[in-house]
Structure formats: structure tokens, C-alpha cells
């Protein structure tokens, strides 16, 4: 939370056309009650949201120039002094002197979670839905989606397949609707995006770690955007189905930071939906104990799959103790591979994205699919349901 602000200089009329409706009542809530938090609960908002809205508010005027107290002294809101030179005269008096300032980390992360929490506050939560579908309470669908890469583009003269955002729309929301039409009415449902959902984490384009460039279709805004209507439409389309949907999103290598966004977003937006729970934990291994099964979820960049037993074992070793049955349902290869281990079966899950331009010309090659495995309480895996997108792609041709 910022400290206290004086927003007299901000609260001009020059000014107002440049803001919106919600940012300049913040403003005058802020002057009228004399401070960020006393205007939060003078106007019923959660205060992350006023502090999100009075920086958009001085990021925008600093836009036009108008940035009060920004640089007059001692370092910008969010930086540390970093290195500083001082150029003296032949007297030994000084003439210019040049300062350094970076980012601070902790700052800014403080930030980020402001402006997150203050986004949250202002999304429209959905209403839940009143007809809950008769399901069986023995069972378990888990719809594990192997890396969705929203955003990821690919040229079709290039790689062998077109892929944009439309296209991701496309494939995301006709493979959800075979499959719901396909698995049994389980009461319960687990929605898994496994890890890279969007394709970039920001508008750089490149992999965070490695700087990798990425070939993406769109501003990293669009394909939040449409990343989230896309699962609001596979959640809705599992409600049809199940009495309940616990949603997970695992954080991948192309988007640690995104996927915990998403998360926090989906939570906001189903505050009021009692059948629908998201999980937010930033922790890259989640579990969930069903009956006598015990399931494992992470992206894959980080254990191998041989090593993947024995991380559950350790994170989840009472329920490892309950447990018949346990599996790990992971993403990040893009292709099709099963292995039983000693206790535990580790399976990673195919994507329906595209190769783009570098992994085509590495000779990286799988089918595109997605699946729904339905686990019994006692009998673990009973039923399993596959949408390949050539079947999806003869169907569309053949109607």
C-alpha cells in the first residue's frame, strides 16, 4: 500500500479527461478522507484497489509529463540507489554527478501483488449456477490439458500447421465439448491446465529463464484475455457434467508469473460459485487425495519423472500411506510417455498446441490430443476418453 499521498496535484481538471470515472472518485476519496485506506472503506473496495487505481492514475499523467515529486530527491518509488558517479572540476568542487537507480525486487513484487489484488477486486464475480447435474459420487474425472501455449503462433508454410489465437480458441473449446459428451457423470471433476497456458509471460517474448525467443500472435494482455474466456467456457461446459470442478494451474517455464495470475483471476471470478474451487498455491507440485487414489500434478521442468515417486512419497507421505493407486499427471514434453514405477505411475500428457517455428526445425513430432481419465474411489483408473484434433478436424470437414 502506498503511504499517505497528497492527491491536490493530481485533481485538476486538465486532467480529468485523461482518467476514468473509477480513478478520479479515488482521487477525491483519497482528499476527502485523508488517506488511501480510510478512502477504500469510505467507498466500499477492497484498499489494494484504491492503491491500484492511484498508480494507474500517476502512470498516466507521468505519460503527459505530469509526474510530481517523482525525481526531486533520494530514489523513485520501487528503486534502490545503485552505483553513482561524480565528475569534479580542476578546483575539486563538483559538476555533474550520475545515479544509478534499479528495480527493487521486494518492492517490486509488493507492487505486483497490489495491482493483482486491486484487479481481482474489480472483476464481476459469476453467479452460480442453480441446475446441478446428477452425478456419481464414486467417481473422478481429471481433464489433465497438456500445455495449452496460448498466444504461441505458427506458420503453416513453415512448420506444417497454423496456429494463432484463433486457433487456440478453436481446438481448446471443441476438445472440451467432445469430451464432456464422452466421460461419465462423475461428481467430481479436476480441470488441470498442466503448465504453460500462455505461451510468453510478458510482451518480451522470450522464455524467462533462458531468454528464448518465442514466436507469439498477440499483446500478452489479448491472450490473457482470452485465455481466461477460453477456460470460463471449459469450466462451464464441466459443470454440465460434474457436481463439482476444482480447478488447477500449474506454473510452467514460459509462464511462472501468468499462471499464478490466472489462478488468482478464476478464483475472483468464481467467489460466488460454491461448485467450482481454485487452487492459487504458487507451489509447482499439487496433490489430491480421491478414496484409495492419490493423483500428483506439476508442469515437468523441474523433477524427472523418475524422480517424481519419491517427491510424492516425501511431500505427500500420509496420504501416500491411504493411497492404492498413485499417478502423476504431467505436461512439458509434449508427447505421449507412461512409466510404472515402484508405487507410482508417472504419465506425461500431449498438447493440441502446434509446434512452432524452433521446435518444428528440431524435429519434434507428436500427435495433438487431449484426454479425461476417470478414476474410481477403489478401483483407480476406470474409464478413459481421448479427443485427437485430426478426429476433431474430419468431423468439422464432414459437417
Same mark, same amino acid.
Given at each position: 500500500?502506498t503511504?499517505?499521498?497528497?492527491? %491536490? ?10 482518467? @476514468?470515472?473509477?480513478?478520479? *472518485? ?5 482528499k476527502a478522507?485523508?488517506s ?6 469510505a ?31 533520494? /530514489?523513485?518509488?520501487?528503486? &534502490?540507489m545503485?552505483? #553513482?558517479?561524480?565528475?569534479?572540476g580542476?578546483?575539486g568542487? #563538483?559538476?555533474r554527478?550520475?545515479e ?13 501483488q497490489?495491482?493483482i ?12 449456477? /442453480?441446475?446441478?447435474?446428477?452425478c ?8 489433465p490439458?497438456?500445455d495449452?501455449?496460448?498466444? !504461441? ?17 478453436r ?10 459428451r ?6 467430481l ?17 522470450r522464455t ?38 476444482? #480447478? ?10 501468468t ?6 483471476? !478464476? ?5 460466488? *460459485? ?31 519423472g ?7 512419497? &516425501? ?10 493407486y498413485? #499417478? ?13 514405477? @515402484? ?8 498438447t ?5 517455428r ?8 507428436s500427435?495433438? %490430443? ?12 476406470? *474409464? ?9 478436424d ?6
Open positions: 500500500m503511504a499517505p499521498t497528497d492527491v %491536490t496535484a493530481y485533481l485538476k481538471d486538465e486532467f480529468k479527461e485523461h482518467l @476514468t470515472d473509477k480513478q478520479w *472518485e479515488v482521487l477525491e476519496a483519497i478522507h485523508g488511501q485506506r480510510a478512502a477504500a472503506a467507498l466500499g473496495i477492497h484498499p489494494s484497489a484504491v492503491d491500484y487505481r492511484f498508480q494507474a492514475v500517476r502512470k498516466k499523467l507521468a505519460r503527459i509529463g505530469h509526474a510530481p515529486g517523482h525525481f526531486n530527491h533520494g /530514489t523513485a518509488p520501487g528503486f &534502490h545503485g552505483k #553513482v558517479t561524480v565528475q569534479r580542476p578546483g568542487d #563538483v559538476e554527478v550520475w544509478r537507480q534499479h528495480p527493487d525486487a521486494g518492492s517490486l513484487q509488493a507492487i505486483m497490489a495491482h489484488d486491486g484487479a481481482r477486486d474489480e472483476i464481476p464475480r459469476l453467479s452460480p449456477l /442453480t441446475v446441478v447435474p446428477r456419481d459420487e464414486d467417481l473422478l474425472t481429471i481433464y490439458v497438456g495449452p501455449h496460448a498466444g !504461441l503462433y505458427a506458420w503453416e508454410d513453415e512448420t506444417g500447421a497454423k496456429f494463432d489465437l484463433a486457433e487456440f480458441e481446438v481448446q473449446c471443441a476438445a472440451i465439448d467432445a469430451l464432456v464422452s466421460t461419465p457423470p462423475s461428481a471433476a479436476i480441470f488441470n491446465d498442466k503448465g504453460d497456458s500462455t505461451h510468453a509471460d510478458n510482451n518480451k517474448n524467462p529463464r533462458s531468454g528464448h525467443e518465442l514466436d507469439v500472435h498477440g499483446r500478452h494482455g489479448e491472450v490473457m484475455r482470452l485465455s481466461i474466456r477460453v477456460k470460463r467456457y471449459q469450466i462451464a461446459r464441466l459443470l454440465e457434467k460434474h457436481a463439482k470442478v476444482i #480447478v488447477r494451474v500449474d506454473p510452467g517455464n514460459h509462464d511462472p508469473e499462471a499464478l495470475h490466472l489462478a488468482l483471476v !478464476l478464483e475472483a471470478l468464481y467467489e460466488n *460459485e460454491p461448485r467450482v474451487e481454485v487452487i492459487t498455491s504458487p507451489n509447482p507440485y499439487w496433490y489430491f487425495l480421491f478414496g484409495k487414489n492419490l493423483i500428483g500434478t506439476c508442469h515437468g521442468d523441474g523433477a524427472k523418475k524422480d517424481l515417486p519419491g517427491v510424492m512419497a &516425501h511431500d505427500a507421505r500420509e496420504w501416500w500411506g491411504l493411497a492404492d498413485c #499417478v502423476w499427471f504431467v505436461g512439458h514434453v509434449h508427447h505421449k510417455d507412461i512409466k510404472e514405477y @515402484t508405487g507410482c505411475t508417472v504419465e506425461y500428457m500431449r493440441l498446441a502446434a509446434s512452432d524452433h521446435h518444428h526445425g528440431a524435429g519434434y513430432r500427435r495433438r %490430443t487431449l484426454e479425461a481419465i476417470t478414476l474410481h474411489k477403489l478401483d483407480a483408473e476406470v *474409464e478413459r476418453h481421448t479427443c485427437s484434433l485430426a478426429r476433431l474430419r468431423l468439422s470437414a464432414a459437417a
